[in-house]
């Protein structure tokens, strides 16, 4: 079955610097969301990409999908304390399968 | 204001026992959905709804079960069958199709054994 893996499983930075974090999948991704869950939290939802290429902003947060759609990325600018969590990719995929990323968990040090 | 309730929010389960989380939301969602999250793992999917009184099986059904009699109510049994129930349960609702709409997550229930 599909697998979306997510890289690297764990990143430490100090604060200000940049951070990233790759979505690949095994199949062509249909619907990309991404979300992110502080520790002890739930999930919450970012934002959804559905075209190959599609790039998206969100203040210092830029989406971007690949062309292939077999991958996107999470791109955070100079990270802040209140960055910190599990960020996770989810593909809603064209036969109805839920398919959640196996996430990064991003420590910032101030 | 509009939100997803899960309850309780810890749960022990003795051994043989079956037990049920609540999901209630009153965002006036179609969809409903049942994730398992294992410590520094992912969600897996365990059942979801599109409409009332009809459900799929996830990934990970194998031990679980729902029902869906209300559009509000989406509640999951955990039986004695499931041999490993330790885990975080979140329970999720979205106004359209599953993967097609934004997903709105409760504060989860944690399931441990006794």
């Known amino acids: 079955g599909q697998q979306v893996m997510q890289i690297p499983q764990y990143q430490h930075v100090q604060e200000g610097e940049d951070f990233t974090t790759y979505c690949n999948s095994s199949?062509?991704?249909?619907?990309i969301q991404w979300y992110k869950q502080r520790p002890g939290g739930h999930p919450v939802f970012l934002i959804q990409l559905v075209k190959s290429g599609e790039v998206k902003k969100q203040k210092r947060l830029t989406f971007q999908n690949g062309e292939a759609k077999k991958n996107s990325s999470l791109h955070i600018t100079a990270t802040q304390t209140t960055d910190v969590g599990t960020y996770f990719c989810f593909d809603g995929g064209a036969t109805n399968k839920l398919i959640f990323g196996t996430g990064t968990l991003l420590a910032v040090q101030p | 204001d509009g939100g997803i309730t899960q309850s309780p929010k810890y749960l022990f389960r003795k051994e043989g026992q079956n037990v049920t989380l609540s999901c209630e939301q009153n965002l006036n969602h179609d969809a409903m959905y049942w994730y398992r999250q294992d410590p520094g793992q992912g969600l897996r999917l365990i059942y979801y709804?599109?409409?009332?009184?009809?459900?799929q099986k996830g990934d990970i059904a194998e031990g679980y079960s729902v029902s869906r009699e209300k559009k509000e109510s989406f509640p999951l049994t955990v039986t004695s069958a499931q041999k490993n129930p330790t885990a975080f349960y979140l329970c999720a609702s979205s106004t359209g199709q599953g993967g097609y709409q934004p997903q709105h997550f409760g504060d989860g229930t944690r399931l441990s054994i006794l």
């Open positions: 709804s599109q409409i009332v009184n009809d459900f």
């Open positions: 199949t062509t991704l249909s619907n």
